[in-house]
C-alpha cells in the first residue's frame, strides 16, 4: 500500500455522547483508496460507535467526516448508501425465503419500463436475474443458481450473498462488521477471500473484526480503537500479534512499539 495512496474517506474529532457515557471523545479515521483496513479494540473503546457514525446509523455530537475531500453529513444509513457506502453486517441481514437474485436487488428493485413498471409497478426479474449472475461472476462466487431460495445456502454462502450485494452497488466503501464471526473455518476463508475480490475491484474495505488471525491475513493497515480515540494506526507486517493485542489493551503503549509497526 503506497503511503501517498488517496484518502477516500477520513472522520476527524468525532464525538458522541450517550447521557454520561462518552462512546467517541475526538476520534479520528482514515482510509485509503484500494486497501483493507482492519478497526481493532477492546470492548468498550469505541470502534462500534465509530463505524456507527460512518455507515450513518449514528448522528454524531461533532466531528467532520469527508468522503473524497467533501464533508457530508449522514442522517440514515439511507443517505450512507446513496453516497456509495454500503455496510454487511454479521448477523447474515438476509431474507432468507428470497431467492439470491431477489436479495441482492432488495431494496433497489429495477421496474420494467413504461407503463408496466410505471403504473403497474411490475419488476423486471429477467435483468435483476441477469445482473445477479453477472456481478456474482465477476466476484467469483460459486452458487449453482441465482434463482435458489437463500435458505438453501450455507452460513457462508448467506455471508457471501450479504458481501456481494454490498460489492455490487458500493461506490466507494464497503463496511464489514465481523462478517466471519458467526462461520466455521471453511466458511471464514471463503469470506475472506470474497473480501480481497472486493479491495481487487478498486472498494476500499473497512473490516473491523475480533478474529486476529483474520486480521493479520487480510488487512493493510489495522486501526486500533482505544477509550474513545484513534490509539495508533499499525502495519501488520511489522508487528507481531501479541504486541498487537498489547497495544489494543493498553500493556504497550504506541511510543514504545519498534520502528516500522506504526504505519504511515
Do not use: W
Not at 237 to 242: E, F, G, L, W, Y
Amino acid at each position: 500500500m503506497a503511503n501517498d495512496a488517496k484518502i477516500v474517506m477520513r472522520a476527524t474529532g468525532l464525538v458522541k455522547r450517550y447521557g454520561q457515557v462518552t462512546a467517541l471523545d475526538g476520534a479520528d479515521f482514515e482510509l485509503r483508496a484500494g486497501e483493507i483496513l482492519a478497526v481493532i479494540g477492546d470492548n468498550g473503546a469505541g470502534k462500534s460507535s465509530l463505524i456507527k457514525c460512518l455507515s450513518g446509523a449514528t448522528i454524531p455530537d461533532s466531528g467532520e467526516i469527508q468522503l473524497d475531500g467533501e464533508s457530508i453529513h449522514f442522517k440514515s444509513p439511507m443517505d450512507a448508501r446513496k453516497a456509495g457506502i454500503e455496510t454487511v453486517y454479521q448477523d447474515l441481514a438476509v431474507a432468507a425465503a428470497m431467492s439470491i437474485s431477489e436479495n441482492l436487488f432488495l431494496g433497489r428493485e429495477i421496474r420494467r419500463e413504461g407503463f408496466a413498471g410505471n403504473v403497474l409497478r411490475m419488476l423486471d426479474k429477467k435483468k435483476m436475474l441477469e445482473q445477479s449472475i453477472s456481478r456474482m461472476n465477476d466476484l467469483k462466487v460459486g452458487i449453482r443458481s441465482m434463482t435458489q431460495a437463500v435458505e438453501t445456502l450455507s452460513g457462508g454462502q448467506r455471508q457471501c450473498v450479504a458481501v456481494a450485494r454490498a460489492a455490487a452497488f458500493a461506490q466507494h466503501v464497503v463496511i464489514m462488521d465481523e462478517p466471519t464471526a458467526a462461520l466455521g473455518v471453511k466458511e471464514g476463508n471463503m469470506v475472506l477471500e470474497l473480501i480481497r475480490r472486493v479491495r481487487d475491484k478498486g472498494l476500499s474495505v473497512v473490516l473491523i473484526s475480533h478474529n486476529m488471525p483474520h486480521v493479520f491475513e487480510i488487512a493493510d493497515r489495522i486501526h486500533v480503537a482505544r477509550l474513545g480515540k484513534r490509539g495508533c494506526v499499525l502495519n501488520p507486517k511489522a508487528i507481531s500479534m501479541a504486541d498487537t493485542v498489547a497495544v489494543m489493551t493498553g500493556a504497550i503503549r504506541p511510543d514504545e512499539l519498534p520502528a516500522g509497526c506504526l504505519a504511515n
